[in-house]
């Protein structure tokens, strides 16, 4: 049973930074790709960025140049790094995960899902 944990959400002003983390166990993910997807109330679930299992990051462009995605494979987790915040950044944040190894903007591809951290930022 493969889980994911997310932590490292939080409050923050804008123009602040957070660093989100998830925590995979369960199982060796090096061979697929992991995602940060955000959902705001009353919205779909949107692909933020994505990192394939051969490294290669796909970012959605309201976060380019902002957001950094990275993966240690060797501690079964992917981090993202969010500078520049803002207000419209406010969202619950998921971690997830895909066995084909590629970065998919649909949820529906992934296989495996965290929990969420709520990510507030404050104008």
């Known amino acids: 049973q493969v889980q994911l944990v997310e932590s ?10 957070l660093r989100l983390s998830c925590a995979a166990s369960g199982r060796t993910l090096s061979n ?9 109330p009353g919205k779909e679930r949107r692909l933020v960025a994505g990192i394939s299992s051969a490294g290669v990051a796909y970012y959605a462009d ?6 950094t ?5 060797d501690k079964n987790t992917v981090h993202l790094e ?8 406010t ?8 066995s084909r190894g590629f970065t998919s903007l649909f ?3 992934y296989n495996y899902w965290g929990q969420g ?7």
């Open 107 to 109: 949820g529906s591809s």
């Open 32 to 40: 697929y790709a992991m995602a940060w997807f955000r959902q705001e």
């Open 62 to 67: 309201s976060v380019k140049g902002r957001f």
């Open 69 to 73: 995605i990275s993966r240690d494979n």
């Open 117 to 123: 951290t709520q990510v507030t930022v404050t104008s």
């Open 91 to 98: 969202a619950v944040y998921y971690c997830a995960a895909d």
């Open 8 to 17: 490292g959400g939080g409050l923050v002003q804008a123009g602040g930074s």
């Open 82 to 89: 969010m500078n520049s915040l803002h207000p419209e950044d």
